[in-house]
């Protein structure tokens, strides 16, 4: 009876893991499998032609970039000052669990409500029109919780005789801060900042009022009415308006090459993940 | 806060090259010709254009409205509501061709033996009066109508020729489709399915267009000759909005439009060219 | 000066967040006070004629999280109790980076699976139901499920990790087997982070846009008259976040009214996905260092 419930437990747990992995695997292969027919060279270095039936996605590609980059330079200082006011500046475990919770609810806050802020402020009442910047504001805040968890985590391992033993030397706090903590802390930095761009190179809710059109735009010049293309977008309108079968492989293509700059901004994160847990253990 | 300084200067030095932009947004049914002649024009004038699709003919209005873009793309006419709204902007309506919006029906449906409905009918079942196809002569199905989302241009002809004005149009709730592709989809994967559609992208095969009764009891279908000699009641007018008169790019993309290439775009794409109208 | 950098760049970001509140209260500001709490219990969004009412998409946006959860639940703790107490280290942690790694997979890639293929596998599938089409609640629900799964998975294994391991040994010593031993050690003690692991995946399931977008069938009032009933889940319906989503948003902006009542919905949902949020935080809180 025992030895019953024993294999029984065993085997559904199994099973239960088996089914998610096989979902989640099966997805990608399907994807793989309708997309990669399209992905040439041509497709990754070529424009849009055709409202999405012929030529390639470069420029999306690009201001998915330009997105990214712009979104990682608004969330670094925000997440480094966050992180470093949690560990370092408040004393005290209740106003530092307050920080910690405020990361996890803002963490929740829905992408769509991101990038109707994004537009409120910035696309109307700063008068920029769609542009880049907005995307890259309203995606660098969605990425600061992730950063600066990772961060606050990261800096928390630094075992504390480091900066017993630094102060004990007579360095000042801030001098502890950008000689011992931060350069120990740069994994944490690096994991976060990748985890957190491999998620807001997928987002479509947060740009698609604030910094993306369809086609026609190429590198954004200025700050005003300059918005890029994106994979998501893209990805998003042709889903909807377009299953000319012209467009059809053209479409995963797109969502595959999506795909792999999302994985491979998450796996670059793995070596410094790895280390961590092995420290950890 | 501020980009990298490197980014900056490149930016700096792309945005030198760069002419004025020509921005151009609206409705996804005047989109395919306009984006192809932007796209001609991109290669051959290096003219720097961005077109949009965000939220149809309405968006198409309303941004040129408040300024977003130069040129606004329509099927359907600017109304004394946006006039109204828009003081200030002097609305130009350059016709570059006609289309009409068709009521496309499954296969299912087709094959039922449902080929035409009456205006009094259509309007029974936009209000739920009549939910089963059985009721104007097709088979047993439960009919499963797609309201075009609010806004796009489709709409609002069909609830002209319904109500006689967008307004008085009762309020339903029906799932909504966007673009046309999307709309032309959900109808052929459907059973029972109706929709309304731009006639030039019902293609006989997935979906079907049905023809209207009209209240002399004459049958019309949605055929080049009964759009372009305006028998059938629901053709409506592509249109590229200017606030006044066009200039610039602007002018170079209008002038591309109503001149022969242009036209053959538009015909390309399934719409009447100026000189197909019977006027 | 680092110690005023990080005080100016921290306020800086709560300011910001801030702000994202203090402007959808203020925009929402004319719906609320013509409809006051009518906005909320209303059943007819009728925006042509400025009349306002969210509860079909706060029942839209329930429903289909409720499925998610239901669905993924089950799949979720099951598979990180696999992870947790059945594989060795290595093999572990390959799991674990994989599902991470596929909880990265977009939303928008998710709404084109669900569009090109969960959509008729549901409308052929239910086909006994007569569904209408094959955009309803239950397709948007299932594909959320999915979506949701690797953060249940994530969280539930890392609960059950923290229970330490020298309890389990001493269990197994007692002459427990392993299933009794995670039954009656580990669960007890990682409940409290599953619990935490539902909370976190329901606000994200709640706060979730272009998939459930592409596949719920954006039609407006429709409620049934019991929350509660299944059948209505094969219904076309409307979330607060696919009304957000859709071209509404776009065509509300000149309008005061409608636009307060666009900006209405979103308070509306950060009002609940923060609490579910802040729920699953509070619950799943670590002890502190």
Known sequence: ??????????????????????????????????????????????????????????????????????????????????????????RGARARRLVRTALYTLNGVPTIVLGIFGFIVLVQGCGWGKSWLAGGLVLGLGMLPTVAVALIERLHAIPAKYMEAAAALGLRQSQIVWAVLLPQARGGLLTGALLALARAAGETAPIMFTATIFAGATLPHGVKDSPVLALPYHIFILAQDSFDPAVGAKLWGAALVLLGIVFSLSLAALPSRLRAHEEAH | MKPLPGLLAALLATSLAFAETLKINGSTTVNLPVAEAAEIL????????????????SGGVSMLGDGLVQVGMTSKPVSDDDRAKYPAVKFREIHIGEDAVALIVSKDVWDGGVRALTKQQARDIYESKITNWKDVGGKDQRIAFFNKEPGRGTWEVFAHYLYGSPKAAPQVSFPEVGGNEETRTKVGSTRGALSQLSSSWADGKKVFALALKLDDGSVVEPTEANIASHKYPLSRPLFVLTNGEPAGSAKTLVDFLLGERGQELVKKHGYLRLKDLAN | MTRAASWFFSLLALAAFVLLAVIFAWQSGPVWRAEGAGYLTGAKWFFRQHEFGARPMIYGSLAVSVIALALSAPVGFGAAIFTAEYLPRRPRLAVKVLIELLAGVPSVVYGLLGILLLRDWIYTLCARFDPLSGDTLLTAGVLLAVMILPTIVTFSDDALRAVPAAQRRAARSLGLTRAETILTVALPQAARGFGAALLLAFGRALGETIAVFLVVGRRDNFAPANWLSPRALLEAGQTITSKLGSSETNLAYGDPRHWAAITGLALVLLAISGSVTVLGAVFGRKADA
């Open chain 1, 1 to 90: 009876m025992r030895r019953a419930l024993d294999l029984a437990l065993a085997g559904l747990a199994a099973l239960a893991a088996f089914v998610a992995i096989g979902i989640l695997v099966g997805l990608v292969a399907v994807i793989a499998r309708r997309g990669a027919p399209a992905v040439t060279w041509t497709f990754l270095t070529e424009q849009i032609r055709l409202v999405g039936a012929a030529g390639g996605i470069f420029w999306n590609v690009v201001g998915t970039l330009i997105l990214l980059v712009a979104a990682l330079a608004v969330c670094l200082p925000l997440a480094v000052a966050v992180a470093l006011t949690e560990r370092v500046w408040l």
């Open chain 2, 42 to 57: 991109r290669a051959e004038q290096k003219l720097d254009i961005q077109v949009d699709t965000q939220g149809g003919s």
